[in-house]
């Protein structure tokens, strides 16, 4: 199976500050097609978790566009331009391309 | 609206059988594909399986081969998950969720239904 890694574990971060995490993947997610299935989602405090992006890069419709999605191959980040304080919780990365599917072990945001 | 809408809480013994529901509105049920995921302890997620409500084909991830058996009812709109001779490992929280297959995406979720195995 695909391992996804995602680093910090944690991050503490003040309001209006930019947030940053990595999910790096054991294998390219680069499909035949050449797209890349590479998923974000956000999980608030219990709550189901919801859909962010895909592709890398692609917002959901109703996504505010602080949020951002980059990387290739192995190497993704989910970017936060500014963050609000609705924004706590655990994110998660999902990998499409190979079966199983397999998400990364979460990283959770705090508020300052 | 998009909603998922599953049953409630479940507590079982060890060795019986559980079977959650999922019930789809507000989009063509037979056009989308319909997964479950296994959250343990506010942990991780993992991935069971899914099946295509169309044809009724299912998909499982190796590690729930034998633990979980999908089904729908394309009469009422309703995916099923089935989990038997259940165990402590089992206990977790249970999500279906939509596959959108054009962008590869769990696109929808349930709000989850917790299953606690004890005696």
């Known amino acids: 199976d695909v391992v996804m890694t995602q680093t910090p574990l944690s991050l503490s971060v003040t309001i209006g500050q930019p947030a940053s995490i990595s999910c790096k993947s054991s294998?390219?997610?680069?499909?035949?097609?050449?797209?890349?299935?590479l998923n974000w989602l956000q999980q608030r405090p219990g709550q189901a978790p919801k859909h962010l992006m895909y592709?890398?890069?692609k917002l959901d419709p109703g996504i505010p566009d602080r949020f951002s999605g980059s990387g290739s191959e192995t190497d993704f980040t989910l970017k936060i331009s500014r963050v609000e304080a609705e924004d706590l919780g655990v994110y998660y990365c999902?990998?499409?391309?190979?079966?199983?599917?397999?998400f990364g072990g979460g990283t959770k945001l705090e508020i300052k | 609206e998009v909603q998922l809408q599953q049953s409630g809480p479940e507590l079982e013994k060890p060795g019986a059988s559980v079977k959650i529901s999922c019930k789809a509105s507000?989009?063509?049920?037979?056009?989308?594909?319909m997964n479950w995921v296994k959250q343990s302890n506010g942990k991780s997620l993992e991935w069971i399986g899914n099946?295509?409500?169309?044809?009724?084909?299912?998909s499982y991830n190796q590690k729930f081969k034998g633990k979980a058996t999908l089904t729908v009812d394309k009469s009422s709109s309703t995916a099923y998950m089935q989990l038997k001779s259940l165990t402590s490992e089992d206990s977790a929280v249970y999500y279906c969720?939509?596959?959108?297959?054009?962008?590869?995406?769990?696109?929808?979720w349930g709000q989850g239904t917790s299953v606690t195995v004890s005696s």
């Open positions: 969720a939509r596959w959108d297959r054009y962008d590869v995406s769990m696109d929808y």
């Open positions: 507000g989009y063509s049920f037979t056009g989308y594909n």
């Open positions: 099946i295509d409500p169309y044809y009724g084909g299912t």
């Open positions: 294998q390219s997610l680069l499909y035949s097609n050449g797209k890349t299935y």
């Open positions: 592709q890398v890069s």
């Open positions: 999902l990998q499409g391309t190979y079966y199983p599917q397999t």
